[in-house]
């Protein structure tokens, strides 16, 4: 006889395979009503575990990745077309890599849910409202903000995926991000859903012409690459994540010299970035180089190979442009700069070339050079001349002030020691000229390196409160562990909040870029709104053009508003702040976010770039174009201009200090109304009972004003001068109040008073102001209420004429004009 406990054991039984969870030989689920049923290979009651592996080929995929993730991904996003659905968190079903990540492949593992989540959509086109079914697709994913979940600053937005997933989808412009192939895995929570059994002839998949067949309840997954389609029920199952074509590297290293040649240019005829803004022509380029690559490759000569890629790519003036040098190019870098003459130079503001640096006891100090000394000649030719046909082993460049710094570094540097005839003239004194002979040191050449101020040690983030009370952060790198700069970028956040930091200093001097999307997100936290920030574009090879999807723009989104900063912010650059550098400096341009602060503007590198490899090394170059939201380049060739550009001169070249920073601190001072023409005066209130306002906590402007008074100022005739800065409209009482020790004296003093009050170059009508005379103590009040401040900047004028002497019980106060001049900065 059965007990209990069999009976109970064999009802779960049955529930479970009513989910999908049974096993081998388990009966099929009947077919949805009204649909033929889709034929199933192996019947095993329905999905349960899922298995794959991930191979990348993509150069930059495993950097700055700290929290890979295999999820299930919900496609309804893919189902409504809608490229910001936000797949629920409840539905984000974690899988395990189950071998090393930074190996390619790596492995997963994920085991499903009985019963899942996500958004049931109804696929049969059949007209009727169904319950509909959940569709999924493993994807891999990379976690850097918030929580363990995916969020939208993860998800790039929201949508589906487009890459490493175990979906194919096309990458032509007329069809971008549809389902070409693949596997899907389908939940339908009972036998009555139906599901396409192909793609219908449109092409597309989930549209009125898909062909429609009946699937059981439970897990299937569903392979879009046969035809029809094959709707697999096994207990375990292989779901490869899938590289895209156009992340895959195009690798031409097993290629000979000219074949690999060939492959480059055709390849960066199309794909370059920017042919027309340089104003390119490849067939000359192709016209030059080609004989050196055949006959590197008749004579089997890696050496020739190696120079003729350096100088092929370095006619390219894109700073983008990189490679990674064979050992002959290393020794010859070594050989070129292995003398100096002991100095660094740089150019002036005015267009002077003088000497910033000399080698302690070096050739150039020991024949009597000082420190600012300005350079004429070497060697009887103009110094401009010499340092313009320098050639930086650190070329190419996108823009002249970056070459120029440069060059600067390699005009005094030679291969072997030789005697230079220097024309120089020291401060104050004479023009000399005088032989030095270059010897092996290595102190000039690496203090003039646009790294010297670095020590390769640094966070990605490192932040810290000036004495001044401005917050002061440098970001080092946008390629570093995305978590880990995103942890300390907000808890930077956190402690300027927290302490009402009032401004901060955004130094990106010493930035080589690295992830764009980080570097927008990053800034997003400065702004309140999601917004589109701007557009790119790239080769399309189906359409034989550069094409920008308007559907895809670059997006801010910023975080919960607890994690917004609102302060004044300025953004130092210099010429090594490049690539995504430069995208966060653009950013803050952005409704004039930040002031931008340098001596020069950033390196303008603005392109996307794309790696592949050649016999020997690896080659970079830009293949996206990034552009506003007009459609214009922005960057390339240009980089992010200061607002304020600090002179490069004596005073900032040998400065105790960093007058970058103390520019900046002077920009943080200046408050941000400075110089903005406001719309108009703020409304004006005179009856509005002044001792119950200043009662109830109404400020007045001599109450907010940041300067302070001794009372011997303010008993001296003439001006004094006050600064408000409201970071908002605020209400606030301006005018005039006096008051006495005594009722008579107050009567004696008013009368001998003649009072005028201006605000914004207009005087005030008596009618508008409030008089009152406090009920209790020896004071008279003449006072207005001002609110709804306009941004900008504000002025009022107090003028109290004293048409004779004054004594209010406490000091004397001579005959004449006693003026207290306001200036209000309403910053927003």
């Known amino acids: 006889m059965r007990t209990f406990n069999t009976l109970l054991l064999l009802f779960l039984a049955l529930a479970l395979a009513a989910c999908g969870g049974g096993g081998a030989g388990d009966t099929p689920a009947l077919p949805a009503a009204g649909f033929e049923p889709a034929a199933i290979v192996n019947e095993e009651g329905g999905v349960v575990t899922i298995t794959g592996e991930l191979t990348y080929t993509y150069p930059f995929f495993t950097d700055g990745v700290a929290q890979p993730l295999v999820i299930l991904e919900d496609q309804a996003g893919f189902i409504d077309r809608d490229r910001g659905y936000l797949m629920p968190l409840a539905s984000q079903v974690m899988g395990q890599i189950t071998s090393s990540f930074y190996e390619s492949p790596f492995t997963y593992s994920l085991s499903l849910p009985i019963v899942p989540q996500g958004g049931m959509r109804d696929v049969d086109q059949n007209g009727e409202d169904n319950t509909g079914v959940l569709v999924f697709a493993p994807a891999y994913w990379t976690n850097a903000f918030g929580d363990p979940f995916l969020e939208k600053r993860d998800l790039g937005g929201g949508g589906w995926s487009t890459a490493y997933a175990s979906t194919r989808t096309s990458e032509e412009a007329a069809t971008e991000r549809e389902y070409i192939g693949g596997k899907l895995l389908v939940y339908a929570p009972d036998n009555q859903q139906g599901f396409p059994s192909g793609f219908g002839a449109d092409g597309k998949l989930f549209t009125a012409d898909d062909p429609i067949v009946g699937i059981p309840q439970g897990y299937t997954l569903v392979d879009m690459d046969s035809d029809p389609f094959t709707f697999d029920r096994s207990r375990e199952v292989v779901m490869d994540l899938l590289e895209p074509e156009g992340a895959a590297l195009d690798d031409f290293s097993d290629m000979t010299y000219g074949d690999a040649f060939d492959a480059m240019i055709t390849m960066m005829r199309e794909e370059y970035a920017f042919t027309e803004l340089k ?14 690559f055949e006959q590197a490759e008749a004579d089997n000569d890696a050496d020739a190979y190696a120079f003729a890629m350096r100088d092929f790519l370095w006619s390219i003036p894109d700073g983008h442009i990189g490679f990674s040098f064979p050992n002959v190019l290393n020794q010859q870098f070594n050989i070129d700069i292995a003398t100096g003459l002991g100095m660094s130079i740089r150019d002036t503001s005015d267009g002077r070339v003088i000497v910033t640096f000399l080698t302690p006891n070096g050739p150039a100090q020991n024949a009597g050079i000082q420190l600012g000394a300005e350079i004429i000649s070497f060697d009887g030719e103009p110094i401009d001349d010499v340092v313009s046909r320098a050639v930086p082993w650190s070329s190419p460049f996108s823009t002249d002030h970056t070459r120029r710094l440069q060059q600067l570094r390699y005009a005094v540097r030679f291969p072997d020691p030789v005697d230079v005839a220097v024309e120089f003239q020291n401060p104050g004194g004479a023009l000399t000229t005088t032989a030095v002979r270059s010897q092996i040191e290595y102190d000039s050449f690496n203090q003039s390196s646009f790294f010297g101020a670095t020590t390769g040690f ?51 001097r010493n930035n080589g870029g690295g992830f764009g999307f980080l570097a927008d997100q990053m800034a997003a936290h400065f702004f309140t709104e999601e917004m589109a920030i701007g557009l790119g574009s790239a080769w399309d090879e189906s359409l034989g053009y550069f094409y920008t999807d308007p559907n895809t723009p670059d997006m801010f989104y910023p975080p919960s508003e607890d994690m917004q900063y609102h302060g004044k912010i300025v953004v130092l650059v210099s010429p090594n702040c490049s690539s995504a550098c430069e995208f966060f400096a653009h950013d803050m341009t952005i409704q004039d976010r930040a002031t931008i602060v340098g001596h020069y503007p950033t390196g303008g590198l603005g392109g996307g770039v794309k790696d592949f490899e050649m016999p020997g090394m690896t080659v970079r170059f830009p293949i996206a174009r990034p552009m506003d939201l007009d459609g214009n380049i922005i960057i390339e060739d240009v980089g992010v201009v200061p607002d304020v550009v600090v002179p490069v001169n004596e005073e900032t070249l040998f400065s105790a200090g960093d007058p970058l920073l103390e520019a900046a601190i002077a920009v943080l001072d200046n408050p941000a109304g400075a110089g903005v023409v406001p719309s108009g005066p703020p409304a004006l209130d005179n009856d509005y009972n002044a001792l119950g306002q200043l009662q109830a906590g109404v400020p007045t402007l001599f109450d907010v ?31 005039y109040y006096w008051c006495t020790l005594t009722p008579e004296q107050l009567q004696d003093n008013w009368a001998k008073m003649q009072i005028s009050i201006e605000l914004n170059g207009e005087i005030i009508p008596n009618d508008q102001l409030d008089f009152e005379s406090h009920p209790d103590l020896p004071c008279n009040l003449l006072t207005v209420l001002m609110t709804d401040w306009p941004a900008g900047e504000h002025h009022m004028l107090v003028t109290v004429t004293h048409t004779a002497a004054l004594n209010d019980g406490y000091g004397d106060y001579p005959p004449g004009i006693y003026a207290s001049d306001y200036r209000i900065f309403v910053e927003k």
């Open 705 to 735: 004003a940041r300067e302070e008074y001794s009372d011997a100022e303010h008993q001296t005739p003439g001006t004094l001068y006050y600064t408000i800065v409201l970071r908002q409209s605020t209400d606030i009482v301006g005018g």
């Open 279 to 292: 104003g390119l022509d490849w067939d000359a380029l192709d016209a030059e180089f080609r004989p050196r």
């Open 458 to 508: 640094e966070l990605p983030v490192e932040f810290e409160v000036l004495d001044s009370g401005y917050g002061y952060v440098a970001i080092y790198s946008f390629f570093d562990n995305e978590v880990l700069t995103i942890q300390l970028w907000e808890r930077m956040i956190n402690t300027l909040n927290a302490n009402e930091i009032p401004g901060l200093v955004i130094d990106m």
